[in-house]
């Protein structure tokens, strides 16, 4: 895959995506990371903008799929 067509994905964004593959909620992940839902939020809104991904799952796959997150 070209590099143009591989975001760059912030640390936050990378675990929240990574969390949520495990089956994390945004509400699990608030619990068990200490962050502000509204971080966490904001984190899965960029993430899917960068992925051109329309929900979070479909940014889940798409990170897989690039080997952004396992």
Same mark, same amino acid.
């Given at each position: 895959?070209?590099?143009?067509?591989?975001?760059? &994905?912030?640390?936050? +964004?990378?675990?929240?995506?990574?969390?949520? !593959?495990? %089956?994390? @909620?945004? +509400? /699990? =992940? @608030?619990?068990? @990371? /200490?962050?502000?839902?509204?971080?966490? /939020?904001?984190?899965? !809104? !960029?993430?899917? +903008?960068? &992925?051109?991904? %329309?929900?979070?799952? /479909?940014? =889940?796959?798409?990170?897989?799929?690039?080997?952004? =997150?396992?």
């Amino acid at each position: 895959m070209k590099d143009e067509l591989r975001p760059e &994905l912030n640390p936050l +964004e990378l675990r929240c995506l990574s969390l949520a !593959a495990r %089956g994390r @909620t945004r +509400e /699990d =992940i @608030t619990r068990e @990371t /200490d962050i502000a839902r509204h971080r966490i /939020d904001d984190a899965f !809104a !960029a993430a899917m +903008e960068k &992925l051109q991904a %329309g929900n979070v799952a /479909d940014a =889940i796959f798409r990170a897989v799929r690039m080997n952004l =997150i396992s």
